[in-house]
């Protein structure tokens, strides 16, 4: 995953960074807006989003329920036929974050939004300890939201590939240009693999960056 850990764990250690903030100011006082991290089904930000933004309206909570983003960094997928197309990549696949003042109304807002798992955050255990308590919104830390943003704001394009071990590609930049050889190894995280190629009629493993390659049908 990214440098920012997503887990209930992650969150609720943020939340007692000293550089948190308090979610609100002393007695008298405005409340503060948090961001807060929202778990949403899989493929569905960009529903909940446009769903929320609406229902905060409907229900008079958008002076409360501030911004809804999906952190999105550019991207660049090679597809099986050697074609590359422009794309947006989630930074956190099925996440949604809500800058909001946390209150009972703007939490059944976002609870009730259809697709909408849960807010990440800590459980409140039961007496009993028998039944699952229920999770309490933890805030992001400034920290956290920091680098968040600052990961999406990045320019240079993340390169996706449709490989995997023993698809032939055509080497179309670098030196070994024309080459063909054999993936031996994909290192997604770091836009490389490594393939096996006839270099003076021997079989050598050279490492590749994605965007060196096209792969062959």
Not at 139 to 146: F, G, I, M, T, Y
Not at 163 to 169: R, S, Y
Request: glycine fraction near 6%.
């Amino acid at each position: 995953m990214s440098d920012v850990d997503l887990t209930t764990d992650a969150f609720a250690a943020a939340d007692l960074a000293a550089d948190a903030e308090p979610a609100v100011l002393a007695e008298g006082r405005a409340p503060i807006a948090r961001w807060y991290a929202v778990q949403v089904a899989s493929s569905c930000e960009k529903k909940v989003k446009a769903t929320l933004e609406q229902r905060a309206v409907t229900l008079g909570v958008d002076n409360r329920i501030l911004e809804i983003e999906i952190p999105q960094t550019p991207a660049v997928k090679l597809k099986k036929d050697g074609s590359r197309t422009s794309t947006e990549e989630k930074v956190f696949p099925g996440y949604v974050l809500v800058r909001m003042v946390l209150d009972e109304d703007t939490m059944m807002a976002v609870r009730s939004t259809p697709n909408v798992i849960n807010f990440v955050g800590a459980e409140d255990r039961r007496a009993t300890g028998k039944a699952r308590g229920h999770i309490k919104p933890r805030p992001l830390s400034r920290q956290e939201v920091d680098r968040i943003f600052k990961r999406a704001a990045e320019k240079k394009p993340v390169v996706k590939v449709d490989l995997t071990e023993g698809d032939q590609i055509l080497v179309t930049a670098g030196p070994f240009k024309d080459f063909q050889g054999e993936v031996i190894e994909v290192s997604g995280d770091r836009n490389k693999l490594k393939a096996l190629l006839s270099i003076f009629g021997r079989e050598t493993p050279v490492e590749l960056e994605f965007s060196q390659i096209s792969k062959q049908s």
